[in-house]
């Protein structure tokens, strides 16, 4: 009998241990592989805005390349700006551009993961199957990382996140919805609410993204708005 409750103990402790799926996600995001290997992504982006009762429509066709050389922008469908000459020249299409990128998001959703992540709450975790593949889901609530003089102004902010795992750890999507109510001046107060939902995909041992789809409405001194963003990938030979 002296051995049945150190194992029991021992037991619990094991399934506790497995059972912190915020923890494996973190691990299983920090083992892809750095330098990734190399992709073309074709990055189809669609974007509808209304503010004050009118629309607007834009479409954006790229074709990029990322690999451990960096990233560079094949083809784009936006006409090129025109150079400033007093100042220096920006990088055109074909030509690497490392770091920060705007594509960087969708070709390395690690990167932007791992930090949402490092002050993640685990709110619950159970198991749920994505799309007919067995998964487990986690409910997190996410940081703001607003600075106090921000957050004098609030008188709401939420930011919650669910993340369905596979087998492998790794996402295979992602839920956030984010609420802010606040008042900047006496009378007046700003709304803002996003939902966005991304899926991802695997390639060559890589983590990217799929799709993605982000919803914006909102109020600010009276004046409503709201905007919907869609980003599709797909892998090119």
């Known amino acids: 009998m002296r051995l049945v409750f150190p194992l029991v103990g021992l037991c619990l402790g094991c399934a506790l241990l497995h059972a912190d799926g915020l923890a494996d996600l ?5 083992g892809l592989p750095n330098p990734a290997p190399k992709v073309k992504v ?17 479409r954006r066709s790229v074709l990029v390349e990322d690999g451990p050389e960096g990233l560079r922008v094949l083809e784009d469908s936006r006409p090129a700006k025109v150079p400033d000459k007093t100042k220096p020249a920006a990088k055109t299409p074909g030509s690497t551009k490392k770091g920060s990128s705007e594509f960087r998001e969708a070709l390395h959703p690690s990167d932007d993961l791992l930090e949402q992540l490092e002050k993640a709450r685990l709110l619950e975790e ?15 609530a996410l940081d703001m990382d607003l600075d ?14 669910t993340v369905w795992i596979g087998a492998d750890d790794l996402p295979l ?17 700003v709304w ?3 939902d966005i939902t991304r899926r991802f995909q695997r390639a060559q ?8 789809q982000a919803d914006v409405q ?11 963003e869609t980003t599709r990938c797909s892998l090119v030979p």
Do not use: C, W
């Open 26 to 30: 973190k691990s299983a995001l920090k």
């Open 42 to 58: 074709r990055v189809e982006e669609e974007s509808q805005e209304r503010e004050e009762g009118k629309d607007r429509l834009e």
């Open 126 to 140: 159970k198991p749920e199957a994505y799309e007919g593949r067995p998964a487990r889901r986690l409910k997190l």
């Open 148 to 161: 106090a003089a921000a957050r004098s102004h609030l008188k709401q902010a939420d930011h919650e996140a």
């Open 173 to 189: 999507a992602m839920t956030h919805r984010i609420e802010i109510r606040a008042r900047v001046l006496l009378f007046a107060s």
């Open 192 to 194: 803002t609410r996003v």
């Open 205 to 212: 041992g890589r983590l990217l993204l799929l799709n993605e």
């Open 218 to 228: 909102g109020s600010a001194l009276g004046k409503s708005f709201s905007s919907k």
